[in-house]
């Protein structure tokens, strides 16, 4: 059964304070990897998908890499609208390829 | 280029009392997912068509649970009789073609069971 594991939990940062949200997962094999932000009361928000190790993509103060094993995603200066959870999902290669999500980091970043 | 839309945002009913939830993907998109997403949670996947025909079901809770999607477009999630597990955000999600595109969700609605 594929597994995703999210870390931490929590995040509290204060403005400027850089940091990375850690995704690791038990697939066999992966089609692909995605990020998404969800904010209170809304549904999630695309934001990367990666496809091989080694893969990094970057919008605005957000950048995501993938190994073979886990995913980060780094926030670099981050501001207070940067403030949500943040949810990782695996896609096997097989089949219709459904997603697995994790359970999300929830981000705070205080002014 | 319009989102996904869904409908009611909110819903409050008792156990044992039926309930339905449409969605609108976006014009286009061949696929349409829904997930329940449970407070604290991430999304669980409960089925997922491609055009008119189901594609996954198999975490759906079939004796209660039942879903369409005619024409292939819009979709309409039923749960009947509903229990206080059911209490959770329904989304509902769309994609150009099935594997490897990222997914667009709507909103959700939130459903609390009493």
């Known amino acids: 059964e594929d597994q995703v594991t999210q870390s931490p939990e929590a995040l509290r940062l204060q403005e400027g304070e850089s940091s990375s949200l850690n995704c690791s997962y038990t697939v066999s094999g992966l089609r692909g990897l995605f990020w998404y932000r969800q904010d209170p009361g809304k549904g999630p928000e695309f934001l990367f998908t990666?496809?091989?190790a080694g893969e990094e993509k970057e919008k605005e103060r957000l950048k995501a890499t993938l190994t073979k094993k886990e995913s980060f995603l780094h926030i670099t200066a981050p501001k207070p609208e940067d403030s949500a959870t943040y949810l990782c999902?695996?896609?096997?290669?097989?089949?219709?390829?459904?997603?697995?999500f994790g359970k999300g980091t929830m981000l705070l970043v205080s002014p | 280029e319009a989102g996904v839309a869904q409908s009611p945002r909110y819903k409050i009913i008792e156990k044992r009392q039926s309930v339905a939830f449409w969605c609108n993907p976006i014009s286009g998109h061949a696929t349409l997912y829904w997930y329940q997403q449970i407070l604290g949670q991430g999304p669980k996947l409960l089925i997922q068509f491609q055009n008119n025909g189901v594609v996954d079901d198999s975490q759906l809770p079939k004796d209660r649970f039942s879903a369409e999607r005619l024409k292939g477009v819009d979709s309409t999630l039923k749960i009947q009789p509903a229990k206080l597990e059911d209490s959770a955000v329904y989304l509902c999600?769309?994609?150009?073609?099935?594997?490897?595109?990222?997914?667009?969700f709507g909103p959700g609605t939130r459903l609390t069971v009493t």
């Open positions: 999902a695996v896609q096997p290669p097989s089949g219709y390829s459904t997603l697995t």
């Open positions: 999600a769309s994609s150009p073609f099935t594997g490897g595109y990222e997914q667009y």
């Open positions: 990666l496809y091989s």
